[in-house]
């Protein structure tokens, strides 16, 4: 059985695509996770180790994403910790990843992405664009391109929950991910 680790990641969504498509799929958080399942809480650093034949990485983008330019200059240290733990998942040793995050410093500072989807190429109506660095992976190929295209995500309301919406993983695009890289 194909092992996958699904790396800060603490919804569940993609984790649980690849299990409904036979994988024996972890997903790794130091948050608990909000579905039932098989679940890591803790470090993703102590599990990268442990024998895993592909990685989804869902690094934190507080400290990468564009969208929140206006507070580099304040954020110099955190920017240098989150870019090595990018680079440190890149690195891993598992033979097929993904890295996944909107746009950000990544692609100035490590390398460009491969690859920039939407959610609306996947049944989702919404726009959020969302980068892809790949190793040993093909681009995902759109699935259901909609209509109706809107911002939502970058509109929502602050709150105390905001930055987990943000970052919650379109089922559509779970589903392509799963669907299209389970043959590799």
């Given at each position: 059985m194909?092992?996958?680790l ?8 993609v ?9 024996d ?12 399942g098989?679940h ?28 929140g330019?206006?507070w ?9 910790e989150?870019l ?8 891993a040793?598992i ?22 989807i ?8 919404e726009t959020k664009a ?15 391109i909609?209509?109706?295209?809107e911002s ?5 309301s ?9 970052s919650r993983?379109?089922q ?12 590799f």
């Amino acid at each position: 059985m194909k092992r996958i680790l699904i790396a800060c990641e603490y919804s569940g969504t993609v984790r649980d695509a690849f299990m409904k498509r036979g994988w024996d799929a972890w997903s790794c958080d130091i948050l608990a996770s909000e579905t039932a399942g098989n679940h890591i809480c803790g470090d993703v650093r102590e599990v990268l180790n442990d024998g895993w034949d592909l990685m989804i990485a869902h690094p934190p983008c507080t400290h990468l994403a564009v969208s929140g330019a206006r507070w580099f200059k304040y954020k110099q240290t955190e920017q240098v910790e989150a870019l090595d733990f990018v680079r440190l998942l890149l690195a891993a040793p598992i033979d097929r990843i993904a890295l996944e995050n909107p746009v950000s410093i990544i692609s100035s500072r490590i390398r460009r992405p491969d690859q920039v989807i939407q959610p609306w190429q996947f049944g989702h109506g919404e726009t959020k664009a969302t980068c892809l660095w790949l190793k040993n992976l093909p681009k995902i190929v759109p699935t259901n391109i909609v209509e109706g295209r809107e911002s939502r995500i970058h509109k929502m309301s602050p709150g105390p929950n905001r930055w987990k919406e943000r970052s919650r993983t379109f089922q559509g695009i779970a589903d392509a991910m799963a669907d299209q890289w389970s043959n590799f």
